[in-house]
């Protein structure tokens, strides 16, 4: 046994005790020609002490140490002289004096700094991930993640969930955009692909009867470069028969309820706030609201429609939405303050926002004017506001108004401070509708995927007018960021048939692309409900990062690069031989460019 | 809630409680107007009773179903008829008489019977898996495995292991044989690889500092067409710091006593017999030996090269080896027995096998005139064999003779009934050769993999004699399946230099090839070991199988198809065009022939 004790768990009890540790020297201090050593593994630093008194030769070898060497040392458990001690540290009361030593392996200077207090810029740290990984503060994301994973599974294990793995190499969808395809060896001109989620097989898992399944699928995404997505990511996928949406509500609430008890000791408030996807898009502008702070949008398309102001009218005529937000004591923002808050609205895509400041009762503003007082104290009235207080106005197409609005209720939660970032405020949002209409293509999209069964009652509708036919679809979301999508799933083969219709897909198209999942249902389908829970996000939010790649061990760039190990890299002609391709003149042409 | 207990749990406990059940039709009776229901779920089977006389309108209802519909079906439970009860079946003494019928789905009729005594073929049941894994004694495979992965992970969780994933796009090898290839939209002509394993990664987080690791990983591998293999496995990767080879080996059998207590109540015998590579060759022939039988192979070289019998004259002064097995009671082989051995050893590689029957004290055969009766009687006591035993001799190459007698020596094992099929056996190889000699290119390759550290006594023969140059290398074998490889890693920048010489690598080819690891270890690389374990070999072991798409949900045909999916499949121009490649003109080909 090289060690018999880790560099995190010595104390008192040991005092005396012969230890040997094993781990890289984290500091190293000279006092009067003693030597002192922080030893560091994963479970902590330990005090290692060289002392020319006790042992020459040794004292001498460990004159050599430097940062990040790899060492075993030997040696006592010894109190630490009075006043040394060090209460920050689980070691803090104890030292070991070394007898014997030994160097597995010297370190070159690091080009990082093993200390959370000197963070490297984003490159370095990617490009020595190792050193970087050696941080305390990051190695205990991925503490954190593990507990997460282990809670997870024992908590649905327990529950009669199996964990099934399903293929990674799976049929190419047509049109599968963004799909990465696999060139087959043994088969000249056939490709796998690569899944985006197991979604088609882990409905095959229910038809087959396995009844509540779970797996932590790697999902692949050929992404856009400009995206802050990861080309793969984790999911916690989970799906289970004969289940309603409340059963899965409450096996959500459960399963996060221990995962937050058992890796974080927080407490979550159960049940979470239910709402729909239409309250959610009229109160907060979208449909994964931060309730962590309040300033509700407020409708106020029928107040200020009567005003004069033009642009209000018009938006009012051409269908479009008026709305407002309230801003607490915004009326101390000086005009720069305003002005930042104007162009931010304006980038994201609303033509202007109208600002108003309550005073004496009524409202103060450059377009004040165009509005009565009687219409200024509704605004009033209806928006909370208060003396002191602003309010801010888009009016726009409801997409825009809504998005926009949103967005700066978000930025507004964040500068006035409104937000306790210890909090982890979790909602579900149900009812979003079943399509959405494609006015470049002039058809009818599904809104999530086509395997959402509709709302019963809603299915009178489906031919007639898709625009009312909601899904059995629920989000689950936390702190303004959704971590699962999910639905009741669609096992009836004559409605299947009838929403494809609806979507335009013909039954070619249809059994081109899941044709084996189609004829599957045929056999007696089940009813099952479940969601893909995007595991790395929720992992990030536990740690109180927004940033999933520092909770990936091994992330790529934002350009889906991986700076360590240099992929994607160009292959050998052979290589590209052996698969049965070859590169088209576009990419000989990218190469050369470089 | 659509059920309130599954098909596999009621009992007389449950009697006249009212009952919501949901499941498939799986076998229907019509007894005197009554219809009595088998209906089916992953944990058992419930009898449901229509009968006219407590609710006509369900039981009309009733008389439409057919085998695999999908129902929910409300009622009371009461004890069935006397003399009824099914005491094999959970539910046996119990039936639930319906009163309400709702049915979810039909069903058509099935192509393969939902009867695990009536398996259909291998190519159906790939075809309509969704339906294969309905049957009982196929979902029971994957409770086992779920189960597996449960304990082991709770296991090593306890242990301070982490589960770390590590990347799925990863850099492509230089002449990465059998490499998947995946090429990236967004950087035009550059290529990902899917990992064969994630070794490289998995040593980088030991030098991150994670200091016990592990994972189930998906490795990835192009296999050859005529491999009984699958393109991608399921492997449980371990790594752990500062650990000896008696570290790994205890790790090992707490693990598997764990396992196969908690999953199969199988008390495993420990210690597992260690043995080295050496040993392992003389006695059994191979790396991989069955130990649930004796049969050793005995070497007899310097006994038979005495004799006059040319062929073994010849081996001897060839460096060959003679080599004998002793077989039970084989003097009552018929000679169409014997020749179907002796057949089979040529199909080994052997130019031939000699047979001997032990009779009155001497060999008999047809080649027994070339030996003395000294040297028969010495081959009879070096093989203890008896009075009615035969022994087979093979004489060959160290390499044929040893290959060919650990088959025939299985073989015997069976088909002499000497294997006990519910004894799990294992045991642990040890210092295995660390090079191989590559005859082809006169160059010495790896026998395992280039980061294996060389025992410590051996690397004074590093550059003199590398065929004496063992490696802490180690084996984990179950009834003569290799379950795991694994080694302590060479983390020293010097010796793993002197390596390279030895197998002629160059340092750019080394640097293409793992540069970053390279690079990893000269900042403080700690020793550190582990192992990679066929996770389908051990589950289709412990389920009673060789055949790991047994334990695979969704497993490809040995084409490397999928028989559900139908992958691989060509892909649109649309979609290679997207990623900025070609079909080379023998992909094109070999697509018009068909």
Redesign the interface.
Known sequence: ???TN?CGELSKKELKKKVSL?G?VHSRRDHGGVIFIDL????GLTQIVFDPSHNKEVHKMADKLRR???I?AKGAVRSRTKGMANPKLKTGEIEVIVSELKV?????V?PIEIDDRKPSGEDTRMK????D??RPSV?EK??I??KT??VA??FL?AR?F???????????T???A?????????????????PQSPQ??KQ??M??????YFQFP?C?R????RSDRQ??H?QLDVEM????Q??IFELTEELMEQIFKKVLNVKLKTPFLRMTYDESMLRYGNDKPDLRFGLELKDVTSIVKGGEFKVFKEVAKNKGIVKGILVPRGGEFSRKKIDTYLDYARSCGAGGMVWMKVSKGVLESNVAKFFSEKIQKELIKTLGAKEGDMIFLVGDSVKVTNGTLSRVRQRLGQELNLINEKEFNFCIITDFPLFEWNSDEEKWDPMHHIFTAPREGDLKYLEKDPSKVYGQLYDLVLNGTELYSGSIRN???EIQERMMKVIGMSKEEAKDKFG?LLE????????HAGFGLGFDRLVALMCGTEDIREV???P?SK????L?????????Q????E??????D???K??NKK
Chains 1, 2 share one sequence.
């Open positions: 046994m090289l060690r880790t094993c890289w560091r593994d994963r479970y990040e060497d790899v075993q597995f392996n010297k370190s070159e690091p020595y991930r190792y050193l990984l050696r190695q991925f503490v993640r593990h994973m282990q599974r024992e294990s009669d199996l964990e099934i793995e399903t293929p990674m190499l799976i049929k190419p047509p049109e599968g963004r799909d990465y395809i696999v060139p087959s060896r043994v088969h000249p001109g056939k490709f796998y692909s690569l088609l097989y095959i898992l038809v087959a009867g396995f009844d509540r790697r692949l050929d992404e856009d470069l080309p793969e984790t028969c004969f289940a309603e409340e059963d096992s009836n083969v084996f599957a249902y045929r056999y007696g389908g089940p009813v990936i061990a091994f790529k350009s889906a690069e991986n360590m190990d240099g992929c994607p890299l160009v292959v050998d052979k290589e590209l031989k698969v049965h391709i070859e590169l088209n576009f990419a000989k990218s190469l």
